[in-house]
């Protein structure tokens, strides 16, 4: 980011990682835009990527629930007025509480109203809390406003609690916390058709490195792309009967005839059918789809 943002009247920002844009995310995007509209102010997000912990603590790095381009889909959805997405890097990493601010979100948003979530923390070492920045709200003439946390049956809904829904397969929960479906997004690419040749043609894709997958195993999944939709089933991980140890998605479309190499697909999975294993002969895997082909479908209602 540089040079000031086109906010004459200056901004009412937020800043954070926002990775998942959850039923909380929305929250305090909900007040942002609320508040700026109300003043006459744009309403400006700024955020980060790659995320911090990769730069600073790779070993803690969460698994994304949003890669760079799912999450700005999604925030392309709200009503914000700007989107500044700052490359994380040490540099960054090393401005204070202070210096963040400062150079930040006075001299580039002109921020005139900061709103933030109940857990907010910033600057170097995550020194920077509500106080602090209510404290040079007051330096440099911006007020703080806290969202409350939106709270569900089982606590305050975060993207850790999604995430650990996730890895245990657990995606309706996921779901309800995200406010939508669990999904993933790539773009196809070619396979050995294997598929094809037993009668079940898929449309692979290799999973964005960062993205936080649910365990593997066969799934029925609703796959999307650009103009259309359809039902199917999903492999998710290796192929142990013809000896690929490589982690792929392989989706076959129901009631699908066409080509879908480059396209971008975007794949919810639905419910979870079996596990991943392995098969004597393509003859058994053959049969054993047939089988997960009825159960996906019965899974569709």
Not at 34 to 53: I, M, Q, W, Y
Not at 242 to 270: C, P, S, T
Request: positive net charge; aromatic residues 6%; charged residues 25%.
């Amino acid at each position: 980011m540089t040079g000031w943002l086109p906010v004459p009247n200056g901004a009412v920002a937020t800043v954070g990682t926002f990775d998942g844009v959850h039923r909380g995310h929305r929250a305090v995007l909900g007040e942002l835009v609320a508040r700026a509209r109300a003043a006459g102010r744009a309403s400006v997000l700024v955020t980060f990527e790659p995320h911090p912990l990769a730069v600073v603590a790779p070993d803690r790095a969460p698994g994304r629930l949003t890669v760079a381009e799912e999450r700005s889909a999604a925030l392309a959805e709200t009503a914000l007025d700007y989107l500044v997405v700052l490359p994380f890097d040490r540099s960054l990493a090393a401005l204070s509480a202070e210096e963040f601010v400062e150079r930040i979100l006075v001299e580039r948003c002109r921020v005139r109203e900061l709103v933030v979530g109940h857990d907010h923390h910033f600057g170097r070492g995550r020194a920077g809390n509500l106080a602090t920045l209510r404290s040079l709200g007051d330096r440099h003439g911006f007020s703080v406003d806290l969202v409350e946390p939106v709270a569900g049956p089982d606590g305050v809904i975060s993207s850790s609690a999604i995430r650990a829904a996730v890895r245990l397969g657990n995606l309706a929960e996921a779901a309800r916390l995200l406010g939508r479906p669990y999904r993933v997004s790539g773009t196809v690419v070619a396979g050995d058709r294997r598929g094809r040749a037993i009668g079940v043609p898929t449309a692979n894709i290799v999973p964005p490195d960062q993205k936080l997958l649910p365990p593997d195993g066969v799934y029925a999944a609703k796959i999307e792309w650009g103009g259309g939709v359809a039902l199917g089933m999903l492999n998710q991980g290796t192929r142990p009967t013809i000896g690929d140890g490589r982690r792929l998605l392989e989706a076959h479309l129901f009631d699908f005839a066409g080509d879908l190499y480059g396209r971008v697909l975007r794949i919810e999975w639905v419910r979870r059918l079996r596990d991943i294993r392995r098969f004597d002969s393509l003859a058994q895997l053959q049969d054993q789809l047939a089988v997960d082909a009825r159960a996906a479908r019965a899974a569709f209602g």
